[in-house]
């Protein structure tokens, strides 16, 4: 029998129909391109291919813009908006627009072509979420930005149109609309039970168990009981923390180790997906806020969102998520 | 200088960034692929790869399940929900679940193996929404049942899984949370004015027609001022009516020009693109809505959706809508 589950943050109805799963067309993994790209504009070497950087960490004695460095941020060469202007609010009849202000960045991810970032040691791990931070600390300083959504797309059916590994941050003066409806569900719940959704999520997970797949100190993975997706992953820190830039310094050192872990059990044990993840967290404009919580959401894309999902906000998940768990529970991975 | 766009029903806004449809990897175009799958269960001739019939418009003196058929209704063979049994509503902790019991039906258009509905006569058009409107009229019985959502899938991009062309009908116990937010976005609108949005939007659209694509007596199609997608096409009737299956037999006969219109023209524009078209109607448990008005739309699948519309429901366009709405108005398409 399939079953309908209610995503207790935002109230969206998944459908997890494992009938599905049965279709002679199942869903295809479609594994990431490993061709190199000739010439690589993200490769070392190649950085006058790319705009001038906005933030580095490189070894001593090397200059902007030359090779030496490790992570590597730039602006969007086709950006979907710009930094420069004003956001001229306006009407047009019974319609509402603005200028597209707003901030988008590529942080190139390591020096050499690498297609996967979880092939990537822990260390360049650490100095990833590092960079997150620092460009999320720096743009907070513009009050024309409300919100930072930092992101990745791994593999042409994520979206990605480069290969070599990165993510993207995008900067906007507007709050986004799903971010909107996780802060409101969060808050509802809050106003009603006084505590935070997601420290129940927490809580219950661990509880009953069925749903992780990774458990750290101060991290826990797990599928998420109205999971959208098949494997869709999410990773919490287990101490509530509403901004994603307030995270500890010995947090970043354990989710460095953790996330990796996470991202190899996905490639291996679904042959390398594309897939996107996304880092969840509170707007610029919040102080700390007792009902949200920051989270990385890992999506593989395994089959097409089609007409229905559009449609309709449901969405037909095929695997339920305490299957895909185990599945990523028992996928040993060593990279130590 | 790219622009942020707000969709005036639902608030969700998007951004159409020009700079975008510069960058090398130009969206690409998926044809629906026309090799014949043998042997198709769409078919007629094959009637027994298919579950049995439910409803079929048939010359006289043909039997069910046998050739004889232009318009064919069958269950999913795989479907995401069943029609047997209770909802069973419960708890598990702080979540909620229910049974996934439901309707999912596919509408087999054409016995002979096409393709692409556009090709279809204008006849069969008419036949296909009378189809559509004569399920949801028998499945609004049903008191579990509350929302009967109409959609095709095109291509294999658009998560089409067989090619011969069909539609499908999923019926679910709940309003899905998109239809919701399109109904109380419309219904804080007429709160405020008195007047429906879309009733709002067409005049608008007459008056202004730069993103007009097609108008005939008592339809009007126009590419939607926040369009998320390139290429995207709302088509809606003139006449304010919230229930799509309370169309009128003359509106009927329109809509069917008027629609394979407009698909040829995407088809022509586009070079067969893949594509979903699904019909927004009004709540099974509504009686006739001042505020809202039922409409297709028809979103091509030209690029992929990647991670930072799924993070933040913001889309990234790159084709302003007044630029696709000329396009497909000067595209010149024949059928008589």
């Not at 002679?24 to 291919?49: D, I, Q, Y």
């Not at 404009?285 to 449609?311: C, K, M, N, S």
Request: glycine share 6%.
């Amino acid at each position: 029998m399939p079953e309908f589950r209610k995503d207790p943050i935002v109230g969206r109805w998944v459908i997890i129909a494992t009938e599905r799963a049965k279709r002679p067309a199942v869903p295809k993994l479609e594994a990431a391109n490993s061709t190199p790209a000739r010439p690589c504009p993200f490769c070392a070497g190649n950085e006058e291919e790319t705009p001038g950087e906005i933030l580095a960490y490189r070894d001593p004695n090397t200059k902007a813009n030359e090779p030496g460095w490790r992570v590597r941020v730039v602006p969007n060469k086709f950006p979907a908006l710009q930094v420069e202007g004003d956001l001229n609010k306006c009407g047009e009849g019974i319609y509402d627009k603005m200028n597209g202000i707003g901030v988008h960045e590529v942080i190139i991810e390591c020096p050499e072509h690498q297609v996967t970032i979880a092939n990537l040691p822990e260390e360049n791990f650490r100095e990833i979420f590092w960079v997150y931070r620092d460009r999320l600390v720096d743009l907070k300083k513009d009050p024309r930005l409300v919100y930072g959504m930092l992101f990745k797309n791994t593999g042409s059916a994520a979206g990605a149109t480069l290969e070599h590994t990165h993510s993207q941050l995008i900067v906007t003066p507007i709050v986004p609309i799903s971010v909107w409806e996780e802060m409101t569900g969060s808050l509802e719940f809050f106003n009603y039970r006084g505590r935070c959704i997601y420290c129940d999520m927490i809580r219950q997970e661990l509880s009953t168990d069925t749903r992780i797949v990774h458990d750290t100190p101060n991290f826990v993975s797990f599928a998420p009981f109205a999971s959208r997706f098949s494997f869709e992953t999410w990773v919490l820190p287990k101490h509530h923390n509403s901004h994603f830039e307030n995270i500890q310094k010995t947090e970043v050192e354990e989710l460095a180790g953790h996330f990796k872990t996470i991202l190899m059990k996905l490639e291996t044990a679904l042959d390398r997906p594309a897939y996107n993840y996304i880092i969840h967290t509170a707007p610029f404009d919040t102080q700390a806020l007792p009902h949200y919580h920051w989270h990385i959401e890992i999506i593989p894309r395994l089959a097409r969102v089609a007409g229905f999902e559009w449609g309709t906000g449901f969405y037909i998940n095929p695997i339920p998520p305490e299957q895909a768990a185990c599945v990523l529970r028992e996928t040993e991975v060593t990279w130590r």
